[in-house]
């Protein structure tokens, strides 16, 4: 496996110093957030570092890439792909709050956060980084609680199930649309389904890497997809 570059290792470490955690706490939580971060902040350097070195492995240098929601956690990985592969990366998250923690911290790393939807990126890339938002609890409660296994037959409200569904196959059609072929993306296991679906019914062939990676904040196991035209 590839490893990151020291120089790289050291900026990451460095933003992560200049976040301003106290206003990430209210972000990320109701309450508690200075032990959250506490907790967390050394488990998204070393979480993300691997994954970003994962991607080294994977990604061509000179590329775009599309991340959709990233937040702090995507700190390395959005790093290592600007700074050890050249690549071009394009990252939204509709929290503008922590876009503009994140736009502080990463002011003179010649790399930002749009508060904008997703679908507004211009151009196509050739990784989709989409990781636990296809089943967010707090959009898609309904169908997360179903894809996790927790829903309730006893109150589950199909109707809003259904709602959701069409939102999540309207959002993965939208972002796996600005894909040029051959691509990877990175997503969560339980969102592999969405992923696949897409591939289906577009004629695209996916193959999903043997491996997966923990993540920090959520801690869902993460993968990698590879995505090509069909014959």
Sequence with gaps: MKRLERATRKRITSIFRRLDYDALGRVY????????????????QEFGIRIA???????????????????????????????DLGRTV?????????????N???????????S????RAEGTFDHLWIVSVLNDPERFPELSAL???????AVFNCRRFEQERNAVISLTAASMA???TPAWVTTSVEE???????????EKTFVVDGDDYPTAIVGDPLCFIRIAERG
């Design 29 to 44: 939580c109701d309450e508690g957030g200075e032990a959250f971060w506490k907790d967390r902040r050394g488990a998204c």
């Design 53 to 83: 070195e994962a991607l080294l492995d994977r990604l061509p240098a000179g590329g775009r890439s599309l991340y959709v929601g990233a937040g702090v956690a995507e700190i390395p990985m959005i790093a290592a792909e600007s700074f």
């Design 90 to 102: 394009a990252a939204f998250n509709l929290r503008a709050d922590e876009v503009g923690v994140l």
């Design 104 to 114: 502080d911290a990463c002011r003179d790393e010649g790399f930002f956060w749009s």
């Design 116 to 119: 904008a939807d997703a679908g």
């Design 147 to 153: 894809s996790y296994g927790r829903a309730n037959p």
């Design 178 to 180: 600005k894909l040029a």
């Design 192 to 202: 592999i389904p969405w992923i696949a679906a897409w591939c289906q019914q577009t």
